[in-house]
């Protein structure tokens, strides 16, 4: 029998998979990757609804670890967010997903690679891009998408099979992930409606305020308060615990799909929020004005880069040894005040802090520099405008 290796969450989209693949001869192999979404009771069912449907083997994959120190941390360093909102949460799964299953594939001589996408969004595309390059002599197989499969129809090749999923559609379709949890729902497929509260998986219970203290070293979040971490990713999910109750980032994000057209979607992020603008503001104190302006022009690339399932492309490699590079001075500690549904960055303190009086005081006094130095530097800064104006009679 032909091997497939079908990537597996246990829903509708892959449950139809399995079952179309076995019909069609294959050795069906899933396999599922945690990238932080999972309880262990969530992975035990999946991987007995698996076997339950007849796979021929079951694996779960831990990506938690891959998706941080291959992805999350440059994003981080970076300071990426989408259009300024939102923090890539399903790209970056995506990508470390889809490094794990090809590789997977690849070690047991499988046949085939095969996902549960649909022909309407991006994570098509993201697979199909990845395997291509990670996997170039798999093929690649896509029941759903192929056979443009609603979900009516799924079902009822499921109930055929003696297979019982739910016959209405639940009310908010959910994505979770150390980096952010997604949410699409009736509203999302409007321009003008909000997403009610109880639309985000985690519940508004907290509404008192409080200070916290994030420490940073070389770009990475390391403690909250006193609290030290062993990795960044207990930081992180320490962080999202406390913030998530006050109904800290939430948020809609609008963007441009992959396949052009436009898109809404729910997202749950505190934790990634409130990190990337501790972060960026302990950047500002830290770097050079050409370093923080170099970064935000690589790091747009590399979250849309990301984001079109171009992570394989060799420019991301260069842009995340410039933005390691960059995070050498970037240690110090943030105060964050968290409030119900918002957060106030406080202040920094850092070693490398740039904003240092013995320089001089913004607006205040000049302890470096003279009043003649200051002729002179204006006179040569305007030189070359002041020329052009000259030659070409003076300003319009």
């Given at each position: 029998?032909?091997?497939v290796?079908?990537?597996?969450?246990?829903g509708?989209?892959?449950?139809?998979?399995?079952?179309?693949?076995?019909?069609?001869?294959?050795?069906?192999?899933?396999?599922?990757?945690?990238?932080?979404?999972?309880?262990?009771?969530?992975?035990?069912?999946?991987?007995?609804?698996?076997?339950?449907?007849?796979?021929?083997?079951?694996?779960?994959?831990?990506?938690?670890?891959?998706?941080?120190?291959?992805?999350?941390?440059?994003?981080?360093?970076?300071?990426?967010?989408r259009?300024?909102?939102?923090?890539?949460?399903?790209?970056?799964?995506?990508?470390?997903?889809?490094?794990?299953?090809?590789?997977?594939?690849?070690?047991?001589?499988?046949?085939?690679?095969?996902?549960?996408?649909?022909?309407?969004?991006n994570?098509?595309?993201?697979?199909?891009?990845?395997?291509?390059?990670?996997?170039?002599?798999?093929?690649?197989?896509?029941?759903?998408?192929?056979?443009?499969?609603?979900?009516?129809?799924?079902?009822e090749?499921?109930?055929?099979?003696?297979?019982?999923?739910?016959?209405?559609?639940?009310?908010?379709?959910?994505?979770?992930?150390?980096?952010?949890?997604?949410?699409?729902?009736?509203?999302?497929?409007?321009?003008?409606?909000p997403?009610?509260?109880?639309?985000?998986?985690?519940?508004?219970?907290?509404?008192?305020?409080?200070?916290?203290t994030?420490?940073?070293?070389?770009?990475?979040?390391?403690?909250?308060?006193?609290?030290?971490?062993?990795?960044?990713?207990?930081?992180?999910?320490?962080?999202?615990?406390?913030?998530?109750?006050?109904?800290?980032?939430?948020?809609?994000?609008?963007g441009?799909?992959?396949?052009?057209?436009?898109?809404?979607?729910?997202?749950?992020?505190a934790?990634?929020?409130?990190?990337?603008?501790a972060?960026?503001?302990?950047?500002?104190?830290?770097?050079?004005?050409?370093?923080?302006?170099?970064?935000?022009?690589?790091?747009?690339?590399y979250?849309?880069?990301?984001?079109?399932?171009?992570?394989?492309?060799?420019?991301?490699?260069?842009?995340?040894?410039?933005?390691?590079?960059?995070?050498?001075?970037?240690?110090?500690?943030?105060?964050?005040?968290?409030?119900?549904?918002?957060?106030?960055?406080?202040?920094?303190?850092?070693?490398?802090?740039?904003?240092?009086?013995?320089?001089?005081?913004?607006?205040?006094?000049?302890?470096?520099?003279?009043?003649?130095?200051?002729?002179?530097?204006?006179?040569?800064?305007?030189?070359?405008?002041?020329?052009?104006?000259?030659?070409?009679?003076?300003?319009?």
């Amino acid at each position: 029998m032909r091997k497939v290796v079908l990537a597996f969450s246990g829903g509708l989209d892959t449950t139809y998979c399995l079952l179309f693949l076995r019909e069609r001869g294959f050795a069906v192999h899933t396999v599922t990757v945690d990238t932080g979404g999972f309880t262990a009771d969530e992975l035990s069912a999946i991987e007995e609804r698996a076997h339950s449907l007849g796979a021929s083997s079951h694996a779960t994959l831990n990506g938690t670890k891959p998706l941080y120190d291959q992805c999350l941390r440059y994003l981080v360093f970076g300071n990426v967010l989408r259009y300024g909102t939102y923090p890539l949460s399903v790209s970056a799964e995506r990508a470390i997903q889809a490094r794990l299953l090809a590789a997977y594939a690849r070690s047991m001589g499988a046949d085939a690679l095969a996902h549960g996408s649909t022909g309407a969004g991006n994570d098509q595309i993201r697979f199909d891009a990845a395997w291509h390059i990670l996997a170039p002599n798999i093929e690649i197989l896509t029941p759903v998408r192929d056979g443009n499969v609603s979900r009516h129809e799924a079902l009822e090749f499921l109930h055929a099979h003696g297979v019982a999923l739910e016959h209405d559609r639940p009310p908010y379709s959910i994505n979770r992930g150390i980096w952010g949890i997604t949410v699409g729902g009736r509203q999302t497929l409007t321009s003008h409606e909000p997403l009610p509260d109880d639309a985000y998986p985690t519940p508004l219970t907290a509404q008192s305020e409080q200070r916290i203290t994030l420490h940073f070293k070389c770009g990475e979040l390391f403690a909250l308060d006193e609290k030290h971490y062993r990795h960044p990713l207990e930081a992180i999910a320490a962080l999202e615990h406390l913030a998530a109750p006050l109904g800290i980032g939430r948020g809609i994000h609008v963007g441009d799909t992959i396949i052009g057209t436009k898109g809404r979607v729910g997202f749950q992020a505190a934790a990634p929020l409130v990190t990337i603008a501790a972060h960026h503001l302990l950047e500002k104190h830290t770097l050079t004005k050409w370093q923080l302006i170099l970064k935000e022009q690589l790091a747009l690339w590399y979250g849309q880069l990301l984001h079109e399932g171009m992570f394989e492309e060799p420019s991301l490699r260069a842009i995340e040894a410039f933005l390691t590079d960059t995070q050498r001075t970037v240690t110090g500690s943030v105060v964050v005040r968290l409030a119900p549904k918002r957060f106030e960055l406080e202040g920094i303190t850092s070693p490398h802090d740039l904003m240092n009086a013995r320089f001089g005081s913004y607006g205040e006094h000049a302890a470096d520099w003279n009043a003649d130095d200051v002729r002179g530097f204006a006179r040569i800064m305007a030189q070359q405008v002041r020329i052009f104006h000259t030659v070409n009679g003076g300003t319009q």
